[in-house]
Protein backbone atom coordinates (compact mmCIF):
# COMPACT_ATOMS: atom_id res chain seq x y z
CA UNK A 1 0.00 0.00 0.00
CA UNK A 2 1.37 3.70 -0.82
CA UNK A 3 2.65 6.01 2.54
CA UNK A 4 0.56 8.70 1.52
CA UNK A 5 -2.25 10.06 4.32
CA UNK A 6 -6.00 8.43 4.19
CA UNK A 7 -8.59 10.84 1.70
CA UNK A 8 -11.03 8.45 1.65
CA UNK A 9 -12.05 6.36 -0.42
CA UNK A 10 -11.96 7.43 -4.16
CA UNK A 11 -15.08 6.67 -6.75
CA UNK A 12 -13.40 4.37 -9.92
CA UNK A 13 -11.34 7.69 -11.68
CA UNK A 14 -9.66 6.14 -13.83
CA UNK A 15 -10.45 2.08 -14.18
CA UNK A 16 -7.66 1.21 -16.09
CA UNK A 17 -4.56 2.69 -13.60
CA UNK A 18 -6.68 2.82 -10.38
CA UNK A 19 -4.92 -0.37 -8.72
CA UNK A 20 -1.41 0.98 -10.32
CA UNK A 21 -2.05 4.16 -8.57
CA UNK A 22 -3.42 2.43 -5.32
CA UNK A 23 0.45 1.06 -4.96
CA UNK A 24 2.20 4.24 -6.02
CA UNK A 25 3.12 6.88 -3.56
CA UNK A 26 5.73 10.47 -3.88
CA UNK A 27 8.43 8.61 -3.95
CA UNK A 28 7.71 6.60 -7.06
CA UNK A 29 4.87 8.66 -8.66
CA UNK A 30 3.37 7.60 -11.56
CA UNK A 31 2.92 9.99 -14.23
CA UNK A 32 -0.13 10.32 -16.34
CA UNK A 33 -1.23 12.56 -18.76
CA UNK A 34 -4.69 14.10 -18.80
CA UNK A 35 -6.06 15.24 -21.89
CA UNK A 36 -9.83 17.33 -21.48
CA UNK A 37 -12.34 17.95 -24.00
CA UNK A 38 -15.72 18.03 -25.02
CA UNK A 39 -14.92 15.90 -27.50
CA UNK A 40 -17.66 16.35 -29.71
CA UNK A 41 -17.08 14.47 -31.63
CA UNK A 42 -13.68 12.56 -30.27
CA UNK A 43 -11.46 12.75 -33.46
CA UNK A 44 -7.94 11.49 -35.00
CA UNK A 45 -6.04 14.85 -33.72
CA UNK A 46 -7.23 14.30 -30.11
CA UNK A 47 -5.87 10.84 -30.07
CA UNK A 48 -2.84 11.72 -31.87
CA UNK A 49 -1.77 14.46 -29.20
CA UNK A 50 -2.57 11.77 -26.71
CA UNK A 51 -0.39 8.91 -27.92
CA UNK A 52 2.80 11.18 -28.62
CA UNK A 53 2.29 12.94 -25.30
CA UNK A 54 2.67 9.47 -23.67
CA UNK A 55 5.46 7.76 -25.71
CA UNK A 56 7.30 11.08 -25.21
CA UNK A 57 7.02 11.95 -22.04
CA UNK A 58 6.84 8.11 -21.12
CA UNK A 59 3.52 8.92 -19.46
CA UNK A 60 2.26 5.50 -17.98
CA UNK A 61 -1.10 6.49 -19.73
CA UNK A 62 -3.52 9.14 -20.61
CA UNK A 63 -6.93 10.09 -18.98
CA UNK A 64 -9.73 11.34 -21.45
CA UNK A 65 -11.68 13.79 -19.21
CA UNK A 66 -14.74 15.14 -21.00
CA UNK A 67 -16.60 18.17 -19.55
CA UNK A 68 -19.50 18.49 -18.18
CA UNK A 69 -21.08 21.82 -18.98
CA UNK A 70 -18.06 23.63 -19.95
CA UNK A 71 -17.73 27.58 -19.01
CA UNK A 72 -16.99 28.46 -22.24
CA UNK A 73 -19.37 26.94 -24.31
CA UNK A 74 -22.50 27.43 -22.66
CA UNK A 75 -23.75 29.32 -25.13
CA UNK A 76 -24.15 27.00 -27.73
CA UNK A 77 -25.63 23.50 -27.71
CA UNK A 78 -23.19 19.99 -27.18
CA UNK A 79 -24.18 16.31 -27.50
CA UNK A 80 -25.21 14.93 -24.43
CA UNK A 81 -22.76 13.34 -22.27
CA UNK A 82 -23.61 9.87 -22.51
CA UNK A 83 -23.51 10.18 -26.60
CA UNK A 84 -19.92 12.24 -26.29
CA UNK A 85 -19.30 9.25 -23.37
CA UNK A 86 -20.25 6.50 -25.99
CA UNK A 87 -18.25 8.46 -28.50
CA UNK A 88 -14.87 8.06 -26.13
CA UNK A 89 -15.65 4.82 -25.16
CA UNK A 90 -15.50 3.59 -28.54
CA UNK A 91 -12.39 5.44 -29.68
CA UNK A 92 -10.33 4.57 -26.69
CA UNK A 93 -11.21 1.03 -26.10
CA UNK A 94 -8.40 -1.04 -28.20
CA UNK A 95 -5.94 1.39 -26.82
CA UNK A 96 -4.40 -0.32 -23.01
CA UNK A 97 -2.77 3.23 -22.09
CA UNK A 98 -6.31 5.49 -22.46
CA UNK A 99 -8.60 5.70 -19.94
CA UNK A 100 -11.86 7.20 -19.42
CA UNK A 101 -12.79 9.44 -16.66
CA UNK A 102 -16.41 10.57 -15.68
CA UNK A 103 -15.28 13.08 -13.05
CA UNK A 104 -16.96 15.90 -14.80
CA UNK A 105 -19.58 14.59 -16.35
CA UNK A 106 -21.03 13.73 -13.10
CA UNK A 107 -20.02 16.39 -11.41
CA UNK A 108 -23.03 18.51 -11.51
CA UNK A 109 -22.73 22.92 -12.17
CA UNK A 110 -20.50 24.53 -15.29
CA UNK A 111 -16.89 22.83 -15.36
CA UNK A 112 -14.22 24.45 -14.71
CA UNK A 113 -10.42 22.34 -14.76
CA UNK A 114 -9.00 23.41 -11.41
CA UNK A 115 -12.10 21.78 -9.73
CA UNK A 116 -11.09 18.23 -11.57
CA UNK A 117 -7.47 18.88 -10.92
CA UNK A 118 -8.04 20.11 -6.93
CA UNK A 119 -10.29 16.70 -6.88
CA UNK A 120 -7.76 14.32 -8.20
CA UNK A 121 -4.99 15.67 -6.04
CA UNK A 122 -7.09 15.34 -3.15
CA UNK A 123 -7.56 11.91 -4.39
CA UNK A 124 -4.14 11.01 -5.44
CA UNK A 125 -1.72 13.29 -3.44
CA UNK A 126 1.82 13.09 -4.63
CA UNK A 127 1.46 9.47 -5.58
CA UNK A 128 0.93 11.08 -9.66
CA UNK A 129 2.15 13.57 -11.27
CA UNK A 130 0.04 15.44 -13.20
CA UNK A 131 0.60 16.18 -17.40
CA UNK A 132 -2.12 18.22 -18.72
CA UNK A 133 -2.28 17.62 -22.54
CA UNK A 134 -3.84 20.53 -24.90
CA UNK A 135 -3.68 22.02 -28.21
CA UNK A 136 -1.36 24.72 -29.81
CA UNK A 137 -4.49 27.38 -29.72
CA UNK A 138 -5.59 26.12 -25.60
CA UNK A 139 -1.69 26.52 -24.97
CA UNK A 140 -2.74 30.50 -25.69
CA UNK A 141 -5.58 30.51 -23.76
CA UNK A 142 -4.33 29.43 -20.55
CA UNK A 143 -3.57 32.13 -18.22
CA UNK A 144 -7.42 32.79 -18.98
CA UNK A 145 -8.70 30.10 -17.35
CA UNK A 146 -10.19 30.34 -13.73
CA UNK A 147 -7.75 30.01 -11.43
CA UNK A 148 -4.93 29.78 -14.04
CA UNK A 149 -2.01 30.36 -11.33
CA UNK A 150 -3.31 27.89 -9.62
CA UNK A 151 -3.65 25.22 -12.24
CA UNK A 152 0.15 26.41 -13.11
CA UNK A 153 1.13 24.52 -9.67
CA UNK A 154 -0.82 21.26 -10.27
CA UNK A 155 0.10 20.18 -13.49
CA UNK A 156 2.94 20.55 -15.91
CA UNK A 157 1.54 21.63 -19.26
CA UNK A 158 1.93 19.33 -22.50
CA UNK A 159 1.21 21.37 -25.84
CA UNK A 160 0.90 19.88 -29.26
CA UNK A 161 2.81 22.63 -32.15
CA UNK A 162 1.34 23.73 -35.08
CA UNK A 163 2.74 25.04 -37.97
CA UNK A 164 3.08 28.92 -37.49
CA UNK A 165 2.64 28.33 -34.02
CA UNK A 166 5.64 26.90 -33.12
CA UNK A 167 8.41 27.55 -30.52
CA UNK A 168 7.11 30.48 -28.97
CA UNK A 169 4.13 29.07 -26.46
CA UNK A 170 2.27 32.03 -24.23
CA UNK A 171 1.90 31.72 -21.06
CA UNK A 172 0.32 34.91 -19.88
CA UNK A 173 3.32 35.21 -17.96
CA UNK A 174 2.02 32.90 -15.44
CA UNK A 175 4.57 30.21 -14.26
CA UNK A 176 3.46 27.16 -16.43
CA UNK A 177 5.82 24.27 -16.67
CA UNK A 178 5.01 23.66 -20.32
CA UNK A 179 6.98 21.31 -22.24
CA UNK A 180 5.97 20.79 -26.12
CA UNK A 181 4.60 17.71 -27.86
CA UNK A 182 6.00 17.11 -31.35
CA UNK A 183 3.28 15.77 -33.64
CA UNK A 184 2.18 15.62 -36.96
CA UNK A 185 0.04 18.07 -37.39
CA UNK A 186 -3.57 17.07 -38.09
CA UNK A 187 -5.90 19.55 -39.28
CA UNK A 188 -9.50 18.34 -37.82
CA UNK A 189 -11.45 20.23 -35.92
CA UNK A 190 -14.97 19.10 -33.65
CA UNK A 191 -16.86 22.02 -35.31
CA UNK A 192 -15.92 21.25 -39.09
CA UNK A 193 -16.69 17.51 -38.30
CA UNK A 194 -20.02 18.72 -37.52
CA UNK A 195 -20.51 20.84 -40.03
CA UNK A 196 -19.44 17.52 -42.55
CA UNK A 197 -22.02 15.83 -40.78
CA UNK A 198 -24.53 17.91 -40.97
CA UNK A 199 -23.79 18.40 -44.79
CA UNK A 200 -24.24 14.50 -45.27
CA UNK A 201 -20.15 14.13 -46.00
CA UNK A 202 -17.82 11.58 -44.88
CA UNK A 203 -16.26 11.57 -41.98
CA UNK A 204 -14.15 8.23 -42.30
CA UNK A 205 -10.19 8.88 -42.07
CA UNK A 206 -10.87 11.38 -39.44
CA UNK A 207 -12.64 10.06 -36.33
CA UNK A 208 -12.35 6.12 -35.60
CA UNK A 209 -14.53 3.42 -37.28
CA UNK A 210 -16.31 2.96 -34.20
CA UNK A 211 -17.07 6.78 -33.62
CA UNK A 212 -18.37 7.07 -37.38
CA UNK A 213 -20.70 4.49 -36.87
CA UNK A 214 -21.95 5.88 -33.41
CA UNK A 215 -22.69 9.07 -35.34
CA UNK A 216 -24.18 7.73 -38.31
CA UNK A 217 -26.27 5.44 -36.44
CA UNK A 218 -27.50 7.48 -33.79
CA UNK A 219 -27.84 10.96 -36.01
CA UNK A 220 -25.79 12.60 -34.39
CA UNK A 221 -25.14 16.42 -36.00
CA UNK A 222 -28.19 16.40 -38.06
CA UNK A 223 -26.53 13.22 -39.78
CA UNK A 224 -29.24 10.78 -41.37
CA UNK A 225 -29.08 7.53 -40.06
CA UNK A 226 -27.84 5.00 -41.87
CA UNK A 227 -28.68 5.51 -45.73
CA UNK A 228 -29.13 2.59 -47.98
CA UNK A 229 -28.51 3.41 -51.65
CA UNK A 230 -28.60 0.24 -53.61
CA UNK A 231 -28.55 -3.68 -53.92
CA UNK A 232 -25.42 -5.08 -55.62
CA UNK A 233 -25.36 -7.62 -58.20
CA UNK A 234 -25.19 -10.43 -55.31
CA UNK A 235 -27.92 -8.90 -53.74
CA UNK A 236 -25.78 -7.51 -50.76
CA UNK A 237 -26.53 -4.18 -49.62
CA UNK A 238 -24.70 -1.59 -50.68
CA UNK A 239 -24.50 1.79 -48.27
CA UNK A 240 -23.82 5.08 -48.81
CA UNK A 241 -20.14 6.29 -49.29
CA UNK A 242 -19.85 8.05 -46.35
P1 LIG B 1 -11.88 20.10 -27.54
O1 LIG B 1 -12.24 21.14 -28.52
O2 LIG B 1 -12.61 18.83 -27.54
O3 LIG B 1 -10.30 19.83 -27.66
C1 LIG B 1 -9.64 19.04 -26.71
C2 LIG B 1 -8.14 19.31 -26.79
O4 LIG B 1 -7.62 18.78 -28.01
C3 LIG B 1 -7.80 20.79 -26.76
O5 LIG B 1 -6.64 21.00 -25.98
C4 LIG B 1 -7.54 21.10 -28.24
O6 LIG B 1 -6.62 22.16 -28.38
C5 LIG B 1 -6.92 19.81 -28.71
N1 LIG B 1 -7.13 19.60 -30.16
C6 LIG B 1 -8.29 19.62 -30.83
N2 LIG B 1 -8.09 19.35 -32.13
C7 LIG B 1 -6.76 19.14 -32.28
C8 LIG B 1 -5.93 18.81 -33.40
N3 LIG B 1 -6.43 18.63 -34.64
N4 LIG B 1 -4.60 18.69 -33.20
C9 LIG B 1 -4.08 18.86 -31.97
N5 LIG B 1 -4.82 19.18 -30.86
C10 LIG B 1 -6.14 19.31 -31.03
O7 LIG B 1 -12.01 20.67 -26.03
P2 LIG B 1 -12.06 22.17 -25.43
O8 LIG B 1 -13.47 22.58 -25.31
O9 LIG B 1 -11.10 23.03 -26.18
O10 LIG B 1 -11.48 21.92 -23.95
C11 LIG B 1 -10.13 21.53 -23.76
C12 LIG B 1 -9.79 21.49 -22.26
O11 LIG B 1 -9.60 22.81 -21.82
C13 LIG B 1 -10.87 20.89 -21.36
O12 LIG B 1 -10.27 20.09 -20.38
C14 LIG B 1 -11.48 22.09 -20.74
O13 LIG B 1 -12.01 21.79 -19.44
C15 LIG B 1 -10.31 23.02 -20.62
N6 LIG B 1 -10.71 24.45 -20.50
C16 LIG B 1 -10.90 24.94 -19.27
C17 LIG B 1 -11.29 26.25 -19.10
C18 LIG B 1 -11.49 26.76 -17.70
O14 LIG B 1 -11.31 26.00 -16.77
N7 LIG B 1 -11.87 27.99 -17.54
C19 LIG B 1 -11.50 27.06 -20.22
C20 LIG B 1 -11.30 26.52 -21.48
C21 LIG B 1 -10.90 25.19 -21.63
P3 LIG B 1 -6.90 23.37 -29.42
O15 LIG B 1 -8.07 24.12 -28.89
O16 LIG B 1 -5.62 24.09 -29.40
O17 LIG B 1 -7.18 22.68 -30.74
Redesign the pocket.
Known sequence: MSGRPAVGTPPPIAPRFDALIAQADAEAPLKLGI??????PV?L??L??AEQAYAQYGLTGVLF?P?GR????LDRPISSAEDRIAMLSAALSDNPHFDLCRL?IDRPGV????DTLRTLKAYWADAVELYF???????H?LS???DASAIATLVTILA?R?PGVLSEQSDGGLPFDLRPID?V??????SELRTLAAAGRSLRYVVPEPVRSYIREHGLYGEVAHEVVGEAADGAVREAIR
Open positions: LGGTFDHGHHIITPAWKETYTIIVGADAAEEWRARTPLDISS
